[in-house]
C-alpha cells in the first residue's frame, strides 16, 4: 500500500509526480500520434508547436521536484489514460476526417484542462505552504497550457462548421 498523504508537501509531490507523468507521455509519444492523424495543417502546426512546448514543461516540472529536494518521478495519471485509451478506441471509427480533426482536437483539449487543473493546483499548495519559488517556473508552463487550450477551442469551432 503507497503511504499516506499527511500534509500539504506530500500532496504537493503526489500532483507534481502526476504531471510529470502526463507531460512525459505527451512529448513521448500522444502528441506525435495526434499529429500524424492529424489532416487539417492548422491543427497539425498547433500541435507540432505545442510539442515543443511540452518538452520544456517536463524539464520545469524536474526542476520544480529538484528545488522541493526531491527526485523526480513520475505518477500514474488514470484520467490520462483512461482519455488516451479511448481516443486509441473511437479514432479509427470515424471515417470523415473532418470529422477526426474535431475528435483528435477534443482529445487534445480534454488533456489541456486536466494539465490545466493540475498546474493550477501545483501552483497553489506552493504558495500556500512555502514552496512558491519551486513551482514557480511552471506558472509559463500553465500559461502555454491555456493558449493551446484557447487554440484547440478555436479548432474545434473552425472544424465543426467545416462541410
Not at 1 to 13: A, E, G, Y
Not at 60 to 89: D, K, W, Y
Request: charged residues 30%.
Amino acid at each position: 500500500m503507497p503511504p499516506k498523504l499527511s500534509n500539504p508537501r506530500d500532496l504537493l509531490v503526489q500532483i507534481l509526480g502526476e504531471l510529470l507523468y502526463v507531460e512525459r507521455r505527451l512529448a513521448g509519444d500522444v502528441l506525435a500520434t495526434l499529429i500524424s492523424s492529424a489532416k487539417d495543417q492548422d491543427l497539425r502546426e498547433g500541435l507540432e508547436h505545442h510539442l515543443a512546448q511540452t518538452r520544456g514543461h517536463v524539464e520545469r516540472v524536474e526542476t520544480a521536484f529538484r528545488r522541493l529536494e526531491v527526485a523526480p518521478s513520475a505518477n500514474l495519471c488514470r484520467a490520462f489514460e483512461a482519455s488516451v485509451a479511448e481516443h486509441e478506441e473511437l479514432s479509427s471509427k470515424l471515417a470523415q476526417p473532418t470529422l477526426a480533426d474535431v475528435f483528435h482536437a477534443q482529445a487534445a483539449l480534454r488533456t489541456e484542462h486536466l494539465e490545466l487543473a493540475l498546474y493550477t493546483t501545483v501552483l497553489e499548495l506552493g504558495a500556500a505552504f512555502d514552496h512558491a519559488d519551486a513551482v514557480e517556473p511552471l506558472r509559463e508552463s500553465q500559461s502555454e497550457e491555456d493558449d493551446a487550450r484557447s487554440t484547440l477551442e478555436s479548432a474545434i469551432k473552425r472544424l465543426a462548421r467545416t462541410r
